[in-house]
C-alpha cells in the first residue's frame, strides 16, 4: 500500500471557522510533512513531524496549527484563515533513518482550500 | 536555503520528440536529486532520482543527468507522450535534510 489518503478534497471556510485537514498513510513511514502550494508555484513547506516529533516549522503563521497523533495520522488545525491562504495542502509522508533510505516523498492528493 | 532554478519554465514539444529541463542548485554540499512529476489534480511523484556518486542515471524514456561541478541536473525525456504533459519539479537535497525544497518547476505540454 503506497498512498497517502488526505481529507477533505476540498474545503470552503469563512474567516472566523474552525477546520481541520486530515492525512493518513500506512507504509510505516515515520516522517510526514504539509506543504502548501499556490496556483502555478511550487510546493512550499510548512511542517516536518520525525517520529511523531515537530522537527520543522517553517515560520508558518500560528493561525495553521499541525498535530500528529500517531505514527499514521496528521492533522493540520486552521482557524481564523485569511484569504490568501487560499491554497492547495498536500501531505507527504517518508521513511526516517533506514538504510536503504530512498530519500523519496509520497504525496497525497491535496485538499484544496478556499477561504472567503 | 537553497537556491533552485528551472529552465525553462513552460515547454512545448510535438508527440515523439525529446525533452530536456534544466535545474540549478547554489548548495554544492547537495548529494541528492530527485525529480518529481505533477499532473493536474494530483501530488508530486517521484519519477527519478540520483546521488552525487553517479554521472547519469536511465529508466526507460527518462534519464537525469548530473554535472556537481556547474551544480546542474537535467531531467531527459525521449518519446514523449501526451501523458508526459505536466509540471515537473527539481528538489536538489544536501546530506541529513529529510525534507525536500522543490525548484521553480517547468510545465511540459506535449502536442499530439
Known amino acids: 500500500d503506497t498512498e497517502v489518503t488526505q481529507t477533505p478534497k476540498h474545503l470552503v471556510m469563512g474567516m472566523t471557522n474552525k477546520k481541520s485537514l486530515k492525512c493518513e498513510q500506512h507504509?510505516?513511514?515515520?516522517?510526514m510533512y504539509w506543504y502548501k502550494q499556490k496556483a502555478k508555484k511550487p510546493p512550499e513547506l510548512m511542517f516536518v513531524?520525525?517520529?511523531?516529533?515537530?522537527?520543522i516549522n517553517e515560520s508558518v503563521p500560528s493561525r495553521f496549527s499541525p498535530e500528529c497523533p500517531n505514527s499514521s495520522l496528521l492533522n493540520l488545525h486552521l482557524h481564523a484563515l485569511q484569504p490568501e491562504d487560499s491554497a492547495l495542502y498536500l501531505c507527504?509522508?517518508?521513511?526516517?533513518?533506514?538504510?536503504?533510505?530512498?530519500?523519496?516523498?509520497?504525496f497525497g492528493e491535496g485538499s484544496r482550500l478556499t477561504v472567503l | 536555503g537553497e537556491n533552485v532554478e528551472q529552465h525553462p519554465s513552460t515547454l512545448s514539444v510535438q508527440e515523439g520528440d525529446s525533452a530536456v529541463i534544466k535545474c540549478t542548485y547554489s548548495?554544492?554540499?547537495?548529494?541528492?536529486f530527485p525529480w518529481y512529476k505533477q499532473e493536474l489534480g494530483k501530488g508530486p511523484q517521484l519519477i527519478i532520482d540520483?546521488?552525487?556518486?553517479?554521472g547519469e542515471k536511465k529508466d526507460q524514456r527518462i534519464a537525469v543527468t548530473l554535472n556537481k561541478t556547474a551544480k546542474h541536473f537535467s531531467l531527459h525525456i525521449t518519446e514523449t507522450q501526451p501523458e508526459d504533459s505536466a509540471v515537473y519539479f527539481c528538489?536538489?537535497?544536501?546530506?541529513?535534510?529529510?525534507?525536500?525544497?522543490f525548484g521553480t518547476g517547468t510545465r511540459l505540454t506535449v502536442i499530439p
Open positions: 507527504a509522508s517518508s521513511q526516517v533513518g533506514r538504510r536503504p533510505n530512498t530519500g523519496e516523498l509520497f
Open positions: 507504509m510505516g513511514h515515520r516522517a
Open positions: 513531524y520525525s517520529y511523531e516529533k515537530l522537527s
Open positions: 548548495d554544492s554540499a547537495s548529494n541528492y
Open positions: 540520483i546521488r552525487s556518486n553517479v
Open positions: 528538489a536538489p537535497r544536501p546530506p541529513g535534510a529529510n525534507n525536500l525544497f
